[in-house]
């Protein structure tokens, strides 16, 4: 059995491309669906531009290259010893 949470933290991004809806009427229809649950939502609902998307991909690049680096150089100091 699922264990109960007091919480739950949603992180994502909806993608309406099928079905366009503005930011406003999603927003609405989702603090429908939150209050008709006699649920509580704390945080916003915004617009994902490509700008955003083109920063979140390099975030994660630039993320994965220095692990990378990280991990390059922690292999190249052992056995050095």
């Known amino acids: 059995m699922d264990k109960q949470y007091k919480d739950i933290k949603i992180e994502g991004i909806i993608d309406v491309r099928e079905n366009p809806i503005s930011t406003l009427d999603l927003s609405d ?3 429908e669906f939150i209050e008709e649950n006699n649920w509580y939502f ?5 617009p994902y ?13 630039n993320s994965a290259e220095k692990k990378k680096y990280r991990r390059k150089r922690h292999d190249s100091g052992r056995g050095k010893r």
Not at 42 to 46: A, L, Y
Not at 49 to 61: A, F, G, P, Q
Request: charged share 50%; glycine share 10%; proline share 0%.
């Open 42 to 46: 704390s945080g916003g609902v915004s």
């Open 29 to 31: 229809k989702f603090i």
């Open 49 to 61: 531009t490509k700008e955003d998307e083109r920063r979140d991909i390099e975030e994660i690049i």
